[in-house]
T-cell receptor, first 114, second 114 residues
Framework: AQSVTQPDIHITVSEGASLELRCNYS??????LFWYVQSPGQGLQLLLK??????LVQGIKGFEAEFKRSQSSFNLRKPSVHWSDAAEYFC????????????FGSGTRLSIRP | DGGITQSPKYLFRKEGQNVTLSCEQN?????MYWYRQDPGQGLRLIYY???????QKGDIAEGYSVSREKKESFPLTVTSAQKNPTAFYLC?????????????FGPGTRLLVL
Protein backbone atom coordinates (compact mmCIF):
# COMPACT_ATOMS: atom_id res chain seq x y z
CA ALA A 1 0.00 0.00 0.00
CA GLN A 2 1.16 3.52 -0.72
CA SER A 3 1.62 5.68 2.32
CA VAL A 4 3.49 8.52 3.94
CA THR A 5 4.56 8.39 7.57
CA GLN A 6 5.64 11.34 9.65
CA PRO A 7 6.63 9.65 12.89
CA ASP A 8 6.80 12.78 15.01
CA ILE A 9 3.46 14.36 15.84
CA HIS A 10 4.98 17.29 17.71
CA ILE A 11 8.54 18.57 18.00
CA THR A 12 9.87 21.45 20.09
CA VAL A 13 13.26 22.98 19.35
CA SER A 14 15.02 26.04 20.68
CA GLU A 15 15.35 29.11 18.50
CA GLY A 16 18.66 28.96 16.67
CA ALA A 17 18.93 25.17 16.96
CA SER A 18 18.99 22.84 14.00
CA LEU A 19 15.90 20.98 12.86
CA GLU A 20 15.19 17.68 11.16
CA LEU A 21 11.65 16.51 10.43
CA ARG A 22 11.30 12.90 9.38
CA CYS A 23 9.28 11.55 6.47
CA ASN A 24 9.15 7.94 5.32
CA TYR A 25 7.15 6.72 2.38
CA SER A 26 5.97 3.55 0.76
CA UNK A 27 5.44 3.97 -2.95
CA UNK A 28 5.49 1.48 -5.81
CA UNK A 29 6.76 3.75 -8.56
CA UNK A 30 9.34 6.50 -8.77
CA UNK A 31 8.24 8.95 -6.09
CA UNK A 32 7.66 12.63 -6.54
CA LEU A 33 8.10 14.17 -3.07
CA PHE A 34 6.97 17.40 -1.45
CA TRP A 35 7.20 19.30 1.80
CA TYR A 36 4.52 21.85 2.64
CA VAL A 37 4.18 24.21 5.61
CA GLN A 38 0.91 25.36 7.15
CA SER A 39 0.57 28.22 9.61
CA PRO A 40 -2.46 28.06 11.95
CA GLY A 41 -5.72 28.61 10.10
CA GLN A 42 -3.96 29.00 6.78
CA GLY A 43 -3.48 27.03 3.59
CA LEU A 44 -0.44 24.99 2.64
CA GLN A 45 2.66 26.62 1.19
CA LEU A 46 5.11 24.59 -0.87
CA LEU A 47 8.59 24.53 0.71
CA LEU A 48 10.32 22.27 -1.79
CA LYS A 49 9.86 19.29 -4.05
CA UNK A 50 11.94 16.45 -5.46
CA UNK A 51 11.25 14.96 -8.87
CA UNK A 52 14.63 13.70 -10.11
CA UNK A 53 18.34 14.45 -10.16
CA UNK A 54 20.24 15.79 -7.17
CA UNK A 55 18.97 14.12 -4.04
CA LEU A 56 19.56 17.21 -1.91
CA VAL A 57 16.85 19.73 -2.64
CA GLN A 58 16.92 23.36 -1.61
CA GLY A 59 13.70 25.14 -0.79
CA ILE A 60 12.38 28.44 0.43
CA LYS A 61 12.94 29.92 3.90
CA GLY A 62 16.31 28.17 4.26
CA PHE A 63 14.91 24.63 4.25
CA GLU A 64 16.43 21.66 2.48
CA ALA A 65 15.47 18.01 2.14
CA GLU A 66 17.40 14.89 1.21
CA PHE A 67 15.91 12.03 -0.78
CA LYS A 68 17.31 8.66 0.29
CA ARG A 69 15.87 5.96 -1.91
CA SER A 70 17.47 3.11 0.05
CA GLN A 71 15.78 4.31 3.24
CA SER A 72 12.53 5.47 1.59
CA SER A 73 12.98 8.78 3.35
CA PHE A 74 12.72 12.45 2.52
CA ASN A 75 13.69 14.32 5.69
CA LEU A 76 13.40 18.08 5.98
CA ARG A 77 16.22 20.06 7.57
CA LYS A 78 17.06 23.59 8.58
CA PRO A 79 20.37 24.56 10.19
CA SER A 80 18.96 27.29 12.47
CA VAL A 81 15.27 27.74 13.19
CA HIS A 82 13.51 31.05 13.78
CA TRP A 83 10.42 31.66 15.88
CA SER A 84 8.49 32.25 12.65
CA ASP A 85 9.11 28.63 11.64
CA ALA A 86 6.54 27.45 14.18
CA ALA A 87 3.88 25.76 12.07
CA GLU A 88 2.69 22.36 10.87
CA TYR A 89 4.73 20.58 8.25
CA PHE A 90 3.38 18.04 5.79
CA CYS A 91 5.28 15.57 3.67
CA UNK A 92 3.58 14.23 0.52
CA UNK A 93 4.33 11.68 -2.19
CA UNK A 94 2.78 11.10 -5.57
CA UNK A 95 3.37 10.37 -9.24
CA UNK A 96 5.11 12.80 -11.55
CA UNK A 97 2.07 14.28 -13.23
CA UNK A 98 -1.08 13.34 -11.38
CA UNK A 99 -1.70 15.55 -8.38
CA UNK A 100 -5.00 13.82 -7.69
CA UNK A 101 -2.99 10.80 -6.54
CA UNK A 102 -0.79 12.65 -4.06
CA UNK A 103 -0.79 11.17 -0.57
CA PHE A 104 -0.21 13.46 2.40
CA GLY A 105 1.32 12.56 5.72
CA SER A 106 -0.50 13.42 8.93
CA GLY A 107 1.83 16.30 9.70
CA THR A 108 4.40 17.33 12.31
CA ARG A 109 3.69 20.33 14.48
CA LEU A 110 6.81 22.38 15.20
CA SER A 111 7.02 24.58 18.27
CA ILE A 112 9.92 26.94 18.92
CA ARG A 113 11.29 27.46 22.42
CA PRO A 114 12.50 31.06 22.96
CA ASP B 1 -1.50 39.30 -7.48
CA GLY B 2 -2.16 35.81 -8.75
CA GLY B 3 -3.53 33.33 -6.30
CA ILE B 4 -6.37 31.29 -4.91
CA THR B 5 -9.12 32.79 -2.81
CA GLN B 6 -11.57 30.93 -0.64
CA SER B 7 -14.65 32.33 1.01
CA PRO B 8 -15.94 32.56 3.56
CA LYS B 9 -13.15 32.08 6.09
CA TYR B 10 -15.66 30.63 8.57
CA LEU B 11 -18.99 29.01 7.76
CA PHE B 12 -21.70 27.72 10.05
CA ARG B 13 -24.13 25.03 9.03
CA LYS B 14 -27.39 24.08 10.62
CA GLU B 15 -28.71 20.54 10.63
CA GLY B 16 -30.21 19.57 7.28
CA GLN B 17 -28.76 22.57 5.50
CA ASN B 18 -26.64 22.61 2.36
CA VAL B 19 -23.80 25.10 2.30
CA THR B 20 -21.48 26.15 -0.51
CA LEU B 21 -17.80 27.00 -0.20
CA SER B 22 -16.29 29.25 -2.82
CA CYS B 23 -12.93 28.78 -4.51
CA GLU B 24 -11.59 31.12 -7.17
CA GLN B 25 -8.19 31.18 -8.87
CA ASN B 26 -6.60 33.64 -11.28
CA UNK B 27 -3.54 31.51 -12.01
CA UNK B 28 -4.98 30.21 -15.29
CA UNK B 29 -4.65 26.66 -14.01
CA UNK B 30 -6.73 23.93 -15.63
CA UNK B 31 -6.84 21.58 -12.64
CA MET B 32 -8.50 22.32 -9.31
CA TYR B 33 -9.00 20.25 -6.16
CA TRP B 34 -10.93 20.16 -2.90
CA TYR B 35 -9.44 18.62 0.23
CA ARG B 36 -10.75 18.07 3.72
CA GLN B 37 -8.41 18.42 6.70
CA ASP B 38 -9.20 17.04 10.14
CA PRO B 39 -7.00 17.47 13.23
CA GLY B 40 -4.07 15.07 13.31
CA GLN B 41 -4.73 13.84 9.81
CA GLY B 42 -3.34 14.58 6.43
CA LEU B 43 -5.38 16.04 3.61
CA ARG B 44 -8.02 13.86 2.03
CA LEU B 45 -9.20 14.47 -1.53
CA ILE B 46 -12.92 15.15 -1.96
CA TYR B 47 -13.25 16.07 -5.65
CA TYR B 48 -11.02 17.27 -8.43
CA UNK B 49 -11.46 18.76 -11.86
CA UNK B 50 -8.91 18.70 -14.63
CA UNK B 51 -10.90 20.75 -17.11
CA UNK B 52 -14.00 22.90 -17.30
CA UNK B 53 -17.30 20.97 -17.19
CA UNK B 54 -15.61 17.82 -15.95
CA UNK B 55 -14.83 16.56 -12.45
CA GLN B 56 -14.08 13.30 -10.65
CA LYS B 57 -14.70 11.94 -7.19
CA GLY B 58 -11.82 11.69 -4.81
CA ASP B 59 -11.44 9.42 -1.80
CA ILE B 60 -14.24 10.93 0.32
CA ALA B 61 -16.83 12.37 -2.11
CA GLU B 62 -19.94 11.12 -0.31
CA GLY B 63 -22.05 14.00 0.99
CA TYR B 64 -20.34 16.57 -1.23
CA SER B 65 -20.98 17.96 -4.71
CA VAL B 66 -19.07 20.28 -7.04
CA SER B 67 -19.43 22.13 -10.31
CA ARG B 68 -16.88 23.51 -12.76
CA GLU B 69 -18.66 25.88 -15.09
CA LYS B 70 -15.74 28.31 -15.36
CA LYS B 71 -12.00 27.72 -15.38
CA GLU B 72 -11.53 30.14 -12.49
CA SER B 73 -14.15 28.73 -10.16
CA PHE B 74 -14.68 25.39 -8.41
CA PRO B 75 -17.37 25.66 -5.69
CA LEU B 76 -17.94 22.86 -3.21
CA THR B 77 -21.37 22.14 -1.73
CA VAL B 78 -21.56 20.29 1.55
CA THR B 79 -24.94 18.60 1.53
CA SER B 80 -27.12 17.48 4.40
CA ALA B 81 -26.02 13.93 3.57
CA GLN B 82 -22.58 14.71 5.00
CA LYS B 83 -23.11 13.76 8.63
CA ASN B 84 -19.80 14.98 9.98
CA PRO B 85 -18.97 18.14 8.03
CA THR B 86 -16.97 19.96 10.71
CA ALA B 87 -13.50 20.34 9.22
CA PHE B 88 -11.08 22.69 7.50
CA TYR B 89 -11.58 22.71 3.72
CA LEU B 90 -8.76 23.52 1.36
CA CYS B 91 -8.98 24.31 -2.32
CA UNK B 92 -5.99 23.93 -4.61
CA UNK B 93 -5.08 24.36 -8.25
CA UNK B 94 -2.10 22.95 -10.09
CA UNK B 95 0.30 23.68 -12.90
CA UNK B 96 2.52 21.33 -14.84
CA UNK B 97 6.02 21.96 -16.16
CA UNK B 98 9.16 19.92 -16.77
CA UNK B 99 9.36 19.37 -13.02
CA UNK B 100 5.96 17.74 -12.96
CA UNK B 101 2.65 18.84 -11.50
CA UNK B 102 2.67 21.15 -8.48
CA UNK B 103 -0.30 22.19 -6.37
CA UNK B 104 -0.96 25.62 -4.88
CA PHE B 105 -3.38 26.02 -2.01
CA GLY B 106 -5.91 28.60 -0.93
CA PRO B 107 -6.20 29.89 2.67
CA GLY B 108 -9.04 27.51 3.59
CA THR B 109 -12.58 27.64 4.96
CA ARG B 110 -13.44 26.32 8.40
CA LEU B 111 -16.90 24.76 8.51
CA LEU B 112 -18.65 24.39 11.84
CA VAL B 113 -21.99 22.79 12.64
CA LEU B 114 -24.44 24.63 14.88
Amino acid sequence: AQSVTQPDIHITVSEGASLELRCNYSYGATPYLFWYVQSPGQGLQLLLKYFSGDTLVQGIKGFEAEFKRSQSSFNLRKPSVHWSDAAEYFCAVGPYSSASKIIFGSGTRLSIRP
Amino acid sequence: DGGITQSPKYLFRKEGQNVTLSCEQNLNHDAMYWYRQDPGQGLRLIYYSQIVNDFQKGDIAEGYSVSREKKESFPLTVTSAQKNPTAFYLCASSSTDQQGETQYFGPGTRLLVL
